[in-house]
């Protein structure tokens, strides 16, 4: 390895450290506020736990209709900016092929062949 390039590594995996860091290690953010302390309650049967985390899980009945966004747009994916945008890169990538493929297959100089 190069030596400017083990610099570039040691930065990059530096970076990645103090990202990992900072993400990981701040407390989790809470929009209800100071926790309150527990009070002293009987612990509901397993049952009743099991029910009340069903009825969080089970989706409202309009969930499975299916809803059709309103028909203002009709035009075609392409005409749009992020069509446009895949269609460039699309194009861009299909030209670097097309550059580099008289590069890639120049003779191979090994020692061992």
Do not use: C, W
């Amino acid at each position: 390895m190069r030596r400017s390039s083990i610099f570039t590594v040691r930065g990059l995996a530096a970076l990645l450290t103090i990202a990992m860091v900072l993400t990981l290690g701040a407390p989790p953010v809470s929009a209800a506020g100071p926790a309150q302390a527990p009070k002293a309650q009987a612990k509901p049967s397993l049952a009743a736990a099991t029910a009340a985390r069903l009825a969080l899980l089970t989706p409202a009945p309009s969930a499975f209709q299916e809803t059709t966004p309103p028909a203002t747009e009709s035009r075609s994916f392409f005409r749009t900016p992020t069509g446009v945008g895949a269609v460039v890169l699309m194009v861009a990538g299909a030209g670097y092929v097309a550059y580099s493929i008289g590069r890639d297959n120049k003779k191979v100089h090994s020692p061992i062949r």
